[in-house]
T-cell receptor, first 112, second 117 residues
Framework: DAKTTQPNSMESNEEEPVHLPCNHS???????IHWYRQLPSQGPEYVIH???SNVNNRMASLAIAEDRKSSTLILHRATLRDAAVYYC?????????????FGKGTHLIIQP | ETGVTQTPRHLVMGMTNKKSLKCEQH?????MYWYKQSAKKPLELMFV???????ENNSVPSRFSPECPNSSHLFLHLHTLQPEDSALYLC????????????????FGPGTRLLVL
């Protein structure tokens, strides 16, 4: 899987939007962009994924740059429960049942 | 609740003990995974099972032995572990091996926190 780069940590205030960046300059045309997050003392959970177009779901939005070399996970109104480590992961289409390659992710801190 | 359960949630064992970790998924998925998360290190893939067949062993020492008797259950048998094997062991499943997008989404259990003394 191609490599991603994320900031080590970010801090935001409760009830404000949060934009979590991810750089993936070596992404290939068939790579999906997946985001997972890991809350304290829990296993990772799926957040959102996309290929080329921006995506929205009940948890977040994913904005993908036109050249696909970067993406941004958007939490529209952060709560204290969103404090977690967020992982940006590339997955090749049809990549088989191989595992996810996790980096260090971004540790998101939410201030009340 | 993700549909993936793991037992026990916590385990303390000596270096000469033999123990097993259990994972069960209630999602009808066909692929199951073991990951290891050590302190201050990224999650590392250990094993992958696809339709009950092991398809990946990520250079894991033989003191870790996986077993997948059916597509809903996954075990990790542990013997003669070392203190550096202390970690959070996570199980995950996905619907469709070789799929794309939604069908590759992995669902994780809460993990087993293992301490080797």
């Amino acid at each position: 899987d191609a490599k991603t780069t994320q900031p080590n940590s970010m801090e935001s205030n409760e009830e404000e939007p949060v934009h979590l960046p991810c750089n993936h300059s070596t992404i290939s045309g068939t790579d999906y962009i997946h985001w997972y997050r890991q809350l304290p003392s829990q296993g990772p959970e799926y957040v959102i994924h996309g290929l080329t177009s921006n995506v929205n779901n009940r948890m977040a939005s994913l904005a993908i740059a036109e050249d696909r070399k970067s993406s941004t996970l958007i939490l529209h109104r952060a709560t204290l429960r969103d404090a977690a480590v967020y992982y940006c992961i590339l997955r090749a289409r049809g990549g088989g049942a191989d595992g996810l390659t996790f980096g260090k992710g971004t540790h998101l801190i939410i201030q009340p | 609740e993700t549909g993936v359960t793991q037992t026990p949630r916590h385990l303390v064992m000596g270096m000469t003990n033999k123990k097993s970790l259990k994972c069960e998924q209630h999602l009808g998925h066909n692929a199951m995974y073991w990951y290891k998360q050590s302190a201050k290190k990224p999650l590392e893939l250990m094993f992958v099972y696809n339709f009950k067949e092991q398809t990946e062993n990520n250079s894991v020492p033989s003191r870790f032995s996986p077993e997948c008797p059916n597509s809903s259950h996954l075990f990790l048998h542990l013997h003669t572990l070392q203190p550096e094997d202390s970690a959070l062991y996570l199980c995950a499943s996905s619907q469709d091996p070789g799929g794309a997008g939604d069908r590759e989404t992995q669902y994780f259990g809460p993990g087993t926190r293992l301490l080797v003394l």
